[in-house]
C-alpha cells in the first residue's frame, strides 16, 4: 500500500508493506517507489488507543539508545533512528520472523515448541547477561524464525539496564559498634562503587561492570557481619562469666587488626582481578589486595614521595612497571620496549581505551619505578611516555618516575618482594586494590586484561 495511507501527506512516493502491528506502533517494510531495495522499521502509529504516539516515538528512542547492547544473535537490533517527514522511524536488522503471538493459539508440534522454548531462554539468558531488563516480554515481541530456529527479542522501549539501586555502607551491612569498622568498609563500598559508576558513566565501560560491585563487596559486607556476631559474642561471654577475659579479648582484637584496619579485604580472581600465575614477581603486593604503599626517591626533582600517594581517588587505572636492573633509557630496554608498546602499538589498552584528545595518561597512568639510585638517572633520556606533554599547554608532567629510597634503606624492591631480575608490570585499580601482576613483556596479557571489561574509545 501507499505509505500516505497510513502516514499522510507526503509519504506519496513511498510503499509499504505492514508485516505487523502492536500497540503504537507498526512493522513494516519501506520501499521508495524510485529506489531499490527495501528496510525494515517500527514505525509510530496515531491509530492504536494504548499507547500516543509521542510515547511510542520515545520508546523508539530509547530502543535504539540500547543498539549497542543488542546482538542480532538473540535481538532484533536497532541499525538507525529517522525522524523524516514528521515521522520517528527505527530501522532494524531484520532478516526474517514473525511474532510468537502468531504462532501460538493453535496446536504446535512439540518438537517445534521444544525448540522455541529452549531458543527463547537462551535469548532472555543473553539479555540478562548483558545487564538488560526487558519489562515488556510477551510473545509480540518475541521474533520467531520458523525456517533457522533463530528466537529474537524486540520490543526494547522500555527496558532497562541492570541493576539499578545499589546500597553501599552501614544501610546493607549494619553491625553493633563493637566491631569497629563499618567506616573502613563503608568507605571502600563507595570507593567501589564509585569509580564504576564514573566508568559507566563516561562511557569507559559496559553497564554490566555494575554487577562486579554486589559480586565483590557483598562477600565483604557477610564477613562484616559475621566477624561482628563472633566479637558481640566474646564479648558477652566473657561478661556472663563475670568479667573480661582479657587474654582471649586481646587475642582476637590482635589477630583481627588488619580486618579490623579495613586492609584484610582480598578480591577474587574475576575479569577486574587477574589470576595469580605471575604474583611470585611481587610477592608484596597482593593480587585482590589493596596496593601496599612503599617511600620511593621521585626521579625529577629527588623528592621523597610514598608510591601510593601517585595514586589519586581520580577513576584512573595506574600501571605500574618496576624494571629490571638496566638502564631503563637504553635502546631495547624493558620499560623502553613496554613505553613503545603503550605509545604505538594498534593493541596498546592506552591508544585503545583514551579518547582522542585526551591526555595520554587520562585512562591509563603508567609509572615506572628503577633500581637504581635517582642520580644515576637521566631524566630526559626515558621514554617519551614518561614524560608526556599534557592539559591545555602541553607541560610535560615530571612525576611519572621514581627511585628507591636508598639512603634511607627503605628500597621499595625489598619490602615489596619486587624481582630485581625480571622486574613486573602491577595494574592497580581506580580503587587502589592490586588487579594483575604480570611479567614486563606480557604486553598482549596486558592488552587482553583491559579489554575484558573495557570499551574501546571512540
Ligand atoms: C558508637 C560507634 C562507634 C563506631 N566506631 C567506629 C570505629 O572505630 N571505626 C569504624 O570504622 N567505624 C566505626 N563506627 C561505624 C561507622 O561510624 C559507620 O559504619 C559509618 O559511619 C557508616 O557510614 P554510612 O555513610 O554508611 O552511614 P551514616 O554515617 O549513618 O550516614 C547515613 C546518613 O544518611 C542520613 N539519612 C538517613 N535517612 C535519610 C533519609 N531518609 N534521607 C536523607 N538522609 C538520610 C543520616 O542522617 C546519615 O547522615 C562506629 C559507629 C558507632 C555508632
Not at 45 to 67: D, F, G, V
Not at 89 to 109: A, F, H, K, N, S
Not at 215 to 230: G, H, S, T
Not at 242 to 250: F, N
Request: proline share 5%; charged share 20%; hydrophobic share 45%.
Amino acid at each position: 500500500m501507499k505509505a500516505s495511507v497510513l502516514f499522510g501527506a507526503g509519504w506519496e512516493d513511498d510503499s509499504l508493506e505492514v508485516l505487523w502491528q502492536d500497540a503504537g506502533r507498526v512493522f513494516c517494510s519501506l520501499r521508495r517507489d524510485d529506489a531499490e531495495g527495501e528496510t525494515h522499521a517500527f514505525i509510530p502509529i496515531t491509530s492504536a488507543a494504548e499507547h500516543p504516539t509521542l510515547e511510542s516515538a520515545s520508546r523508539l528512542t530509547h530502543e535504539y539508545e540500547l543498539q549497542r547492547y543488542l546482538d542480532s544473535a538473540w535481538a532484533l537490533r536497532p541499525l538507525e533512528l529517522v525522524r523524516e517527514r514528521g515521522q520517528t522511524i527505527l530501522v532494524v536488522d531484520y532478516t526474517g520472523g514473525e511474532p510468537l503471538d502468531r504462532l501460538v493459539g493453535q496446536p504446535m508440534e512439540i518438537g517445534a515448541f521444544l525448540r522455541i522454548a529452549a531458543a527463547l531462554s537462551g535469548a532472555v539468558g543473553q539479555l540478562h547477561g548483558c545487564g538488560l531488563i526487558h519489562k515488556d516480554l510477551k510473545p509480540a515481541n518475541v521474533l520467531v524464525d520458523a525456517a533457522t530456529g533463530r528466537v529474537q527479542l524486540a520490543g526494547f522501549g522500555i527496558a532497562s539496564r541492570l541493576p539499578r539501586i545499589f546500597i553501599a555502607g552501614d544501610a546493607c551491612h549494619t553491625h553493633s559498634p563493637k566491631a569497629g569498622q563499618g567506616m573502613n568498609v563503608s568507605m571502600q563500598d563507595a570507593f567501589n562503587l564509585g569509580w564504576k559508576l564514573a566508568a559507566v558513566l563516561r562511557g569507559q565501560c559496559a553497564p554490566g561492570l555494575l554487577h562486579s560491585y554486589s559480586a565483590e563487596r557483598q562477600a565483604v559486607a557477610k564477613e562484616l557481619i559475621d566477624f561482628d556476631r563472633e566479637w558481640a559474642g566474646i564479648l558477652a561471654s566473657a561478661a556472663k562469666a563475670g568479667g573480661a577475659d582479657a587474654a582471649r579479648t586481646q587475642d582476637y582484637f590482635v589477630r583481627h587488626g588488619r580486618y579490623t584496619a579495613g586492609t584484610a579485604t582480598h578480591y577474587r580472581p574475576s575479569p577486574l582481578t587477574g589470576a595469580t600465575s605471575h604474583q611470585h614477581l611481587a610477592e608484596g603486593l597482593v593480587i585482590g589486595t589493596r596496593f601496599h604503599s612503599a617511600p620511593v626517591i621521585r626521579l625529577a626533582d629527588a623528592k621523597p614521595v610514598h608510591l601510593g600517594h601517585a595514586a589519586q581517588a581520580d577513576g584512573r587505572f595506574r600501571v605500574y612497571a618496576f624494571s629490571p636492573a638496566e638502564d631503563p633509557a637504553a635502546a631495547g630496554s624493558a620499560i623502553r620496549a613496554l613505553c613503545d608498546f603503550l605509545a604505538e602499538a594498534r593493541e596498546s589498552p592506552v591508544r585503545r581505551h583514551t579518547p582522542a584528545g585526551a591526555d595520554i595518561d587520562s585512562v591509563i597512568d603508567l609509572r615506572a619505578v628503577f633500581q637504581q639510585d635517582h642520580r644515576a638517572l637521566a631524566v630526559e633520556a626515558m621514554p617519551a611516555l614518561l614524560l608526556p606533554r599534557k592539559g591545555r599547554h602541553g607541560l610535560i608532567d615530571y612525576e611519572k618516575m621514581f627511585c628507591p629510597d636508598l639512603k634511607s634503606g627503605q628500597d621499595v624492591f625489598t619490602m615489596r618482594g619486587i624481582d630485581r631480575r625480571a622486574g613486573c608490570i602491577v595494574v592497580v585499580r581506580p580503587d587502589q586494590y592490586v588487579a594483575q601482576v604480570l611479567p614486563l613483556d606480557a604486553h598482549a596479557a596486558l592488552a587482553a586484561y583491559f579489554d575484558g571489561f573495557m570499551l574501546r574509545a571512540g
